[in-house]
């Protein structure tokens, strides 16, 4: 058979199907898929160990120690905030001397702005069962904070308990009268540039201001130093009693109620019923600590009553029965303060220092005669 019969006797070779430009586009793409799980997987990983270590640094260095062998080093320069325990990205904040702003707390002053960016937030009744903040501010900045309103007699021992800068419009008589001239005082009143009158709120509840003109004032007067304060203890916290819900009832418009967020690990605020949100970000306020310190009211001595009651004042000076809320749970305690310039310390019932979770601090100061309900 010839060469050319013998070729023409075998069966054509199967025809090569030609993929087109959109299949081979897809087929890369499908073979990418994996990877690109894989590196999301990977990514998100990271950034909750991240977001863990900033909440919880105590507990990871616990873990790592153990999976070392308990040869572990803390991360080089951490510094940590004295009022609230969270991590700080810049150690100089803390040499700062911390300020405090009175912000008040009717409903023509909600939402307020800039709470949400103090470390620590006491509030407290002053007339006719009417509730203000004292709002503590070191470790954080706020471009906004207000409605700013007047000092009243029980914030000198605010003042004292952390030799802060005192930010306010105006006093009370009884504050007047009983107020030092040491205090690093920041009266709106003899210092309008650091504040502002706001024209989208009424008056008396347009005044606001901002951590930076605070300061700038207070460098400018000479009372910005560095102040050593005592922390409170920060950490993991202990299994307790299960709590997630708090009721405090103050007067109707200012009661109080927290639940607790345990994908956050945050109490959600609430005020006379709906979500305390801060005017700035729109977000509800959310500390991770909330401490009832039960104390004795007392009316000022000075008459005092703005048309709405006498002015309260309080004892924060001795000890008393305190629940701390942190983690979900709650401690049955004790708070104790020896002196003005002593920082109140928190015990459990062995009388150990009570640990709390790192961030936000609320103190609610409620009278002694008063249950606080929670569940």
């Not at 006491?122 to 069962?129: H, L, N, R, T, V």
């Not at 308990?161 to 009143?189: C, K, M, P, R, W």
Request: glycine share 8%.
């Amino acid at each position: 058979m010839s060469k050319d019969a013998f070729e023409g006797a075998l069966p054509d070779p199967p025809a090569i199907k030609q993929e087109s430009p959109k299949i081979k586009k897809n087929k890369r793409k499908r073979r990418w898929i994996p990877y690109s799980i894989v590196g999301l997987l990977l990514v998100a990983g990271l950034a909750g160990f991240l977001a863990y270590w900033y909440l919880n640094p105590d507990a990871v260095l616990k873990k790592v120690s153990l999976l070392s062998g308990g040869i572990v080093k803390a991360p080089p320069k951490m510094t940590f905030c004295p009022l609230d325990g969270r991590i700080v990205k810049d150690p100089a904040a803390i040499k700062r001397r911390p300020l405090l702003v009175k912000v008040e707390n009717l409903s023509d002053a909600r939402p307020q702005s800039g709470l949400d960016r103090a470390d620590i937030v006491y509030e407290s009744m002053a007339e006719g069962g009417i509730t203000r903040f004292a709002a503590f501010f070191l470790c954080q900045d706020a471009d906004q904070i207000g409605p700013v309103r007047s000092a009243r007699l029980q914030d000198i021992d605010f003042i004292s308990e952390y030799d802060a800068l005192f930010a306010h419009v105006g006093t009370s008589d009884a504050y007047a009268n009983e107020a030092s001239s040491s205090i690093a005082d920041l009266d709106q009143f003899f210092h309008e540039d650091a504040y502002e009158r706001v024209d989208w709120r009424d008056m008396p509840h347009n005044v606001y201001t901002s951590t930076k003109k605070l300061r700038d004032l207070a460098v400018t007067l000479g009372y910005e130093k560095e102040v050593v304060l005592t922390s409170l203890k920060f950490g993991t916290v202990k299994k307790q009693q299960a709590a997630n819900a708090i009721d405090i009832p103050y007067l109707a418009d200012c009661a109080v109620h927290y639940n607790f967020d345990a994908k956050s690990g945050t109490y959600l605020r609430s005020v006379a019923g709906q979500p305390h949100t801060d005017k700035v970000t729109g977000k509800q306020l959310s500390p991770v600590s909330v401490i009832v310190q039960y104390v004795d009211y007392t009316s000022s001595s000075s008459g005092e009553d703005y048309g709405m009651g006498d002015t309260q004042t309080m004892g924060l000076i001795g000890s008393g029965r305190a629940l701390i809320f942190t983690g979900g749970g709650v401690i049955e305690g004790t708070w104790s303060r020896s002196g003005q310039t002593d920082r109140t310390v928190y015990t459990d019932a062995k009388g150990e220092p009570v640990r709390l979770n790192r961030g936000q601090i609320w103190i609610e100061f409620v009278p002694s005669s008063w249950d606080i309900t929670y569940s």
